[in-house]
């Protein structure tokens, strides 16, 4: 079954780093487009950004555009957010999916990403 398994947060300071990563089973990666989602507390789940299946191409909502890099290796059937100079309001679960994950309701752990200083 469709799988995905969200790692790499943690605590960090305000203006830090952070690289998330995200392994993917169950479905012929490379041939998906690939997109990462993020909830906060009390909030609806948001779009972060989204990367084309070759990695060639690449999209991401306007609050992180420039701060934050989408990449993936078809090879390990993995997808990267890179997250650089963090803002307390990035804090939040860090969810990867793909397009008939997110329609059909299936959803990995995500991973917690908390910005406080």
């Known amino acids: 079954q469709v799988q995905f398994v969200e790692f790499g947060g943690g605590l960090v300071q305000p203006g830090g780093s952070l690289r998330l990563s995200c392994v993917a089973s169950?479905?012929?990666?490379?041939?998906?487009?690939m997109m990462w989602y993020r909830q906060a507390p009390g909030r609806e789940r948001e779009w972060v950004g989204r990367i084309s299946p070759v990695g060639d191409l690449t999209t991401y909502e306007d609050s992180v555009r420039g701060r934050f890099t989408i990449s993936r290796d078809n090879r390990k059937a993995m997808t990267f957010l890179q997250m650089n100079d963090l803002k307390p309001e990035d804090t939040a679960v860090y969810y990867c999916n793909y397009p008939s994950g997110y329609y059909g309701g299936q959803w990995g752990q995500g991973t917690q990403v908390t910005v406080s200083s």
């Open positions: 169950g479905f012929t990666f490379s041939d998906y487009a």
